[in-house]
């Protein structure tokens, strides 16, 4: 086992989890690109199966390359334990698995990622575990969504898409109050970014696929809690037996993708602030919202809990969705894409892409209107890509 050491997070993300000598020299983590393992004996696998003897056995039981990016995610959000899963999603349903049963309730933030919300869905048709979605502007609000049923609360912070901020302390004091499990979403952070952890989050999860990887090749989803037992308990039984778990390959890019995320998440960050100043006064837009704006009714809360304002930015663009597709339909270096945290700047409507399975109405409660757009800051030159969304605002 690689010694555990006291390292700054920019060092961690390099370094946790592993050690050379165990693995001939090798800088780089090797590529266990294997499905099983082969056993001395018919009794060493007897003990194995037995959890008589450490070692491994099959690789959707645990593989050595997921297991350093299993290391190193729980070091980076300072939890006790890390799982690896083939999707964001498949994190968000491990875990919503785990803590809910047949007619429990889930308090969540009103403004989830859409298939998140489909996932609800279908929890509360299959198993009647039913769920209130709200604002979660004060300790009372989040208060009032509880009722006698409710097991967790879920949060996503800042909220995809439209950035609104929730407090995470005021979240864990409910929770405590109550006796939740409470369950943050940090993909629009990264641990760089904010811990959610440290707030008295139960599990901290992410999407991957975006700032974590960095590079936009790769879908995965990684999940920490902050007890030990309880995260080899999700092992042992939702992740091994629903079986989402990360190819060996994607957490190898994985891993290659976060030794640089400090380095990527402060220029996404100071690019995104240079931006904001200039959607901020741009004449084609009505309002533009980021966190990290001293003039942001919530920035109490991003200076509490975050460190950089991060690489997203929404906005809402003069007119409705005609507008909107005409300016996507106008962008050249900046790619119409959906996902979120490449090094390549992405825009997307989420009304019609990201969110249109939320319904409607409920869209509307979240602020996810047709005008909306959603901008994810890469890590271009600032010039080349301010210069693409001005010649696209005036092809509209
Ligand atoms: N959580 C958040 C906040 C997300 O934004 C996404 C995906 C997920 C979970 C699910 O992760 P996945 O399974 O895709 O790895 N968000 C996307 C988005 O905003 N555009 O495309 C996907």
Same mark, same amino acid.
């Not at 086992?1 to 700054?8: A, I, T």
């Not at 266990?32 to 039981?61: C, H, K, M, P, W």
């Not at 809360?301 to 950089?308: D, F, G, H, V």
């Given at each position: 086992?690689?010694?555990?050491?006291?390292?700054?997070?920019?060092?961690?993300?390099?370094?946790?989890?592993?050690?050379?000598?165990?693995?001939?020299?090798?800088?780089?983590?090797?590529?266990?690109?294997?499905?099983?393992?082969?056993?001395?004996?018919?009794?060493?696998?007897?003990?194995?199966?037995?959890?008589?003897?450490?070692?491994?056995?099959?690789?959707?039981?645990?593989?050595?390359?997921?297991?350093?990016?299993?290391?190193?995610? !729980?070091?980076?959000?300072?939890?006790?334990?890390?799982?690896?899963?083939?999707?964001?999603?498949?994190?968000?349903?491990? %875990?919503? %698995?785990?803590?809910?049963?047949?007619? &429990?309730?889930?308090?969540?933030?009103?403004?989830?990622?859409?298939?998140?919300?489909?996932?609800?869905? *279908?929890?509360?048709?299959?198993?009647?575990?039913?769920?209130?979605?709200?604002?979660?502007?004060?300790?009372?609000?989040?208060?009032?969504?509880?009722?006698?049923?409710?097991?967790?609360?879920?949060?996503?912070?800042?909220?995809?898409?439209?950035?609104?901020? %929730?407090?995470?302390?005021?979240?864990?004091? %409910?929770?405590?109050?109550?006796?939740?499990?409470? *369950?943050?979403?940090?993909?629009?952070?990264?641990?760089?970014?904010?811990?959610?952890?440290?707030?008295?989050?139960?599990?901290?999860?992410?999407?991957?696929?975006?700032?974590?990887?960095?590079?936009?090749?790769?879908?995965?989803?990684?999940?920490?809690?902050?007890?030990?037992?309880?995260?080899?308990?999700?092992?042992?039984?939702?992740?091994?037996?629903?079986?989402?778990?990360?190819?060996?390959?994607?957490?190898?890019?994985?891993?290659?993708?976060?030794?640089?995320?400090?380095?990527?998440?402060?220029?996404?960050?100071?690019? !995104?602030?240079?931006?904001? &100043?200039?959607?901020?006064?741009?004449?084609?837009?009505?309002?533009?919202?980021?966190?990290?704006?001293?003039?942001?009714?919530?920035?109490?809360?991003?200076?509490?809990?975050?460190?950089?304002?991060?690489?997203?930015?929404?906005?809402? *663009?003069?007119?409705?969705?005609?507008?909107?597709?005409?300016?996507?339909?106008?962008?050249?270096?900046?790619?119409? !894409?959906?996902?979120?945290?490449?090094?390549?700047?992405?825009?997307?409507?989420?009304?019609?892409?990201?969110?249109?399975?939320?319904?409607?109405?409920?869209? &509307?409660?979240?602020?996810?209107?047709?005008?909306?757009?959603?901008?994810?800051?890469?890590?271009?030159?600032?010039? &080349?890509?301010?210069?693409?969304?001005?010649?696209?605002?005036? !092809?509209?």
């Amino acid at each position: 086992m690689p010694k555990k050491h006291n390292w700054h997070k920019e060092t961690a993300m390099i370094h946790e989890g592993y050690d050379s000598k165990e693995h001939q020299g090798s800088l780089a983590v090797p590529l266990y690109q294997t499905a099983t393992y082969v056993f001395d004996s018919a009794e060493q696998g007897e003990r194995r199966f037995a959890g008589e003897e450490s070692g491994n056995i099959y690789s959707r039981l645990g593989n050595p390359t997921v297991r350093v990016l299993e290391e190193r995610i !729980a070091k980076m959000e300072e939890g006790a334990g890390g799982l690896a899963f083939a999707s964001g999603m498949a994190a968000v349903s491990a %875990v919503l %698995v785990h803590v809910t049963k047949a007619n &429990d309730h889930v308090v969540c933030s009103r403004g989830i990622y859409g298939c998140t919300f489909g996932l609800l869905k *279908i929890m509360e048709e299959k198993y009647n575990i039913t769920h209130t979605l709200t604002s979660m502007r004060t300790e009372e609000e989040i208060e009032k969504a509880v009722t006698d049923e409710t097991t967790c609360i879920y949060v996503e912070t800042p909220i995809n898409p439209t950035m609104e901020l %929730v407090d995470l302390q005021a979240v864990s004091n %409910v929770a405590k109050r109550h006796g939740l499990r409470v *369950i943050v979403d940090n993909t629009f952070c990264s641990p760089y970014i904010q811990t959610p952890l440290t707030f008295g989050a139960d599990f901290v999860l992410h999407s991957a696929t975006k700032y974590l990887n960095g590079h936009g090749d790769v879908i995965a989803g990684l999940l920490v809690g902050k007890d030990q037992e309880e995260m080899q308990k999700i092992r042992s039984t939702v992740q091994k037996d629903f079986g989402g778990v990360i190819s060996p390959f994607d957490a190898w890019l994985l891993l290659r993708g976060i030794k640089t995320l400090p380095v990527r998440m402060d220029r996404h960050s100071s690019n !995104a602030r240079i931006l904001f &100043d200039y959607l901020k006064k741009h004449p084609k837009i009505e309002e533009v919202f980021y966190p990290f704006d001293d003039q942001h009714p919530q920035y109490e809360i991003a200076e509490k809990q975050m460190k950089t304002g991060g690489g997203l930015i929404s906005f809402t *663009i003069k007119g409705g969705k005609e507008e909107a597709q005409k300016f996507l339909n106008s962008l050249s270096l900046v790619k119409l !894409a959906v996902s979120l945290g490449d090094a390549e700047t992405l825009m997307q409507h989420p009304a019609t892409m990201t969110h249109s399975g939320v319904p409607k109405a409920e869209r &509307d409660k979240m602020g996810v209107t047709d005008s909306l757009l959603r901008l994810s800051v890469g890590l271009e030159h600032m010039d &080349d890509i301010m210069a693409d969304l001005e010649q696209a605002f005036n !092809a509209i």
